[in-house]
């Protein structure tokens, strides 16, 4: 349950000229329940938890600004009968070391992942966000 103090995250390399950092932030909240502390989906434990690690003052600054424009929407109840009367929780650290996963973890989805759908453009996955292109 998360006793290395690691979290699961991923680092993303992007193109700016072709997908903006706010792009991204918003795919992201739209992917995750940014409400629930230490938990996505089935699993659960600290390493879990919903963060943004930051590489620059900019970043941090467009996560926080994204999590301020997502708490107001959940205030209005625009979040959704599920997350009504809930906040964000998720954290805005800057990037420290990042150490990759091992090797039966990498290229998960590409594998079949979970529910067995296939996210690779080799295998015909045709989501606007791949994990692998």
């Not at 349950?1 to 932030?25: I, N």
Request: proline share 3%.
């Amino acid at each position: 349950m998360g006793f290395t103090g690691h979290a699961e995250a991923v680092q993303c390399t992007y193109d700016p000229d072709l997908v903006t950092y706010r792009q991204l932030l918003d795919v992201f909240f739209n992917r995750i329940d940014p409400t629930t502390l230490n938990r996505q989906g089935g699993d659960r434990g600290t390493q879990y938890r919903s963060a943004i690690y930051t590489h620059n003052d900019q970043q941090q600054q467009e996560a926080l600004a994204k999590i301020a424009e997502v708490n107001e929407q959940l205030s209005k109840g625009l979040g959704g009968v599920k997350w009504l009367g809930r906040r964000v929780v998720t954290t805005v650290e800057p990037c420290g070391n990042y150490y990759l996963a091992e090797a039966y973890h990498q290229r998960y989805l590409e594998k079949g992942g979970r529910f067995g759908r296939l996210q690779s453009a080799a295998k015909g996955c045709n989501d606007p966000i791949r994990c692998y292109g």
